[in-house]
């Protein structure tokens, strides 16, 4: 990691002092909670009571889920960095990404599934450069046939999404909808 990006991400850790962690309960629907925490460089820790919805729900599932756009950045910049590193921070990858991560963003699929083609926007120039360049070069997408479909569907389709396209449900669709139906069916998730 060069050193303007490690500040940036100092900076934001250490201008804020609150975040919201989202954890999944015994019955798969999901529960975020805002809290405060302190850091230690990249080491952020919080506080939770032993007995708390919180505690139980990191001791049943400490899975990490990606929950991001359904864009060529959210799926080879945000999610692939944290599942499998960066090149340009190789010789600390094994301290910074998550193998076990589990992809729970929005997919081209979901933007047909979902009745999110009103909510989307036209793939610009970058999109259609940074997706076909994870087609043509990454070797995490080489290695994940299913994801490298889901990237020509996005191409095909020729738009992208937010999270926040899913608003158009309403405030609490996300929650009480979209994401207890994906967790429901891990199996159908993008490696």
Sequence with gaps: MDETTRNQILSIIEDVDDMTIATVREDRYPQATR???????????????????????????????????????????IYRTLKVGSGNAAHINRFLCVPDALFLGVTPQDILDFGLDDATH????????R????????????????????????????????????AKWGLNYVIDEYLPRKLADETGFLP
């Design 131 to 166: 997706a076909q360049d994870a087609l043509d070069n990454d070797p995490f997408f080489a290695a994940h046939p299913k994801w490298r479909e889901a990237i020509r569907q996005l191409l095909d389709i020729g738009v992208r999404a937010e999270q926040q396209a899913l």
């Design 122 to 129: 036209p793939l610009t120039k970058t999109d259609i450069k």
């Design 35 to 77: 809290l405060s925490y302190v850091n230690d460089v990249f080491t952020i820790y919080f506080g939770t009571a032993a007995d708390s919805q919180k505690a139980r729900n990191v001791s049943g599932s400490n899975k990490v889920y990606c929950f991001v756009d359904c864009d060529p950045y959210g799926f080879a910049n």
